[in-house]
C-alpha cells in the first residue's frame, strides 16, 4: 500500500506539572494544615483531565509530553527514510502513565527463509512516571506471529532521561543506520537457518542465561518453570523451522513479545527484550552448536 497510514489512540490528554502539599490531619480528620512541599524538592504531573496524578518527580525532571514524543519520532523518520509507505501505532498504559508507539515500514521486509518475512519496526516508549525513559529501538519484527526479533548485534537503542531532551538529528541519523544494519543483518538470520543444534543445545544455553537464578554460593540454581516454558517455545518453533538457531531465535522473540501470563505484560515485555539481548550478546550465544556438542560428549 501506498502513502501514510496513522492510527491514533487518544495519547493528546491535557497533563500538567503541578506543586505538591503534604498535609496533617486534626482533631479526627476535620481540621487539617497544609504544609507546601517546594517544587525545588519535588513535583507532580497530574492528567488535568480525570484528575489522576501519573507521577512524582524531583527538580530536574523536564516532562515530556506523550504527543511531543510522536511528533518528533514521525518527523525523525521522514526525515530518516525515502519510504512512505508505514503505519505508526500508540497504546497506553496505566491511565496514560506510560505510551508505547511503533512504526512499522510495510515497504522495508526481508526473507531469511522463504516464506519467512521481517519487517523493520522502530518502537519507542515514554512515561509520565518515571518508570520508563524516552526509549527508541529500532529492529525487524518477524510477521508471521509479529515477534520482535531482538537482533544480538543491536540495530539501533537509544534511551534518554527527562532531564536530557530529545536530538531530531541524532534519532534520525541512529534509525538511517538501524535500517543499513537491518540489511545486513539478512545474512545473520539465514546463518540460523543453516545452524543446526545438538539435542540439548537449547536447554543448556537457557540454563546458563535466562534461566539461571543469582545465587551467593556455588550451586546453580535453575528457574524451573521459566525452562519449562522456553522449552516449550522451543520445540513449537521447531516444527516448523527445524531444530536449529532460528528455531531458538524465535522461541526467544516469542517469549520476550507475548508475556501473557505476567501482571503487567506491558512493563514485562520490556524487561524481557532486555534479558533475551542480553543473552544473546554473550559468548554462550555466539558458541552455539560447538560449544554445546562438547558439554553433551
Aim: glycine share 8%.
Amino acid at each position: 500500500m501506498d502513502g501514510i497510514q496513522t492510527v491514533l489512540p487518544d495519547y493528546d490528554f491535557p497533563v500538567e506539572v503541578m506543586p505538591l502539599v503534604a498535609f496533617k490531619e486534626y482533631q479526627d480528620g476535620w481540621k487539617i494544615k497544609n504544609y507546601d512541599v517546594p517544587q525545588s524538592m519535588q513535583k507532580a504531573i497530574v492528567r488535568t483531565d480525570t484528575g489522576d496524578v501519573l507521577g512524582t518527580h524531583g527538580a530536574g525532571y523536564q516532562m515530556v509530553k506523550h504527543a511531543d514524543i510522536v511528533d518528533r519520532m514521525e518527523n525523525a523518520a521522514t526525515m530518516a527514510c525515502t519510504s512512505t509507505d508505514y503505519t505508526h501505532t500508540q497504546k497506553l498504559y496505566e491511565n496514560g502513565a506510560k505510551m508505547k508507539g511503533t512504526i512499522a515500514f510495510n515497504d522495508l521486509v526481508i526473507e531469511p527463509q522463504v516464506g519467512d518475512y521481517i519487517r523493520f519496526h522502530i518502537d519507542y516508549l515514554n512515561s509520565y512516571d518515571g518508570q520508563w525513559s524516552i526509549m527508541i529501538k529500532a529492529q525487524g519484527h518477524r510477521l508471521w506471529c509479529a515477534n520482535g526479533c531482538a537482533n544480538p548485534h543491536s540495530l539501533s537503542y537509544d534511551r534518554s532521561k527527562h532531564t536530557t531532551g530529545f536530538s531530531l538529528e541524532g534519532t534520525s541519523a541512529k534509525i538511517r543506520n538501524a535500517i543499513q544494519g537491518f540489511w545486513d543483518s539478512k545474512g545473520i538470520w539465514q546463518d540460523y537457518a543453516t545452524k543446526e543444534l545438538p539435542i540439548g543445545a537449547a536447554e543448556i544455553f537457557f540454563k546458563a542465561t535466562l534461566c539461571r537464578r543469582s545465587t551467593n554460593t556455588s550451586e546453580v540454581k535453575i528457574n524451573e518453570r521459566k525452562l519449562e516454558n522456553l522449552m516449550g517455545l522451543y520445540h513449537k518453533e521447531t516444527r516448523s523451522l527445524g531444530q536449529n538457531k532460528w528455531a531458538l531465535y524465535n522461541a526467544l522473540t516469542h517469549w520476550a513479545s507475548h508475556p501473557t501470563e505476567a501482571n503487567n505484560p506491558h512493563r514485562a515485555e520490556v524487561l524481557r527484550h532486555n534479558e533475551i539481548t542480553k543473552a544473546m550478546q554473550s559468548s554462550r550465544w555466539a558458541g552455539l552448536g560447538v560449544q554445546d556438542i562438547k558439554e553433551l560428549t
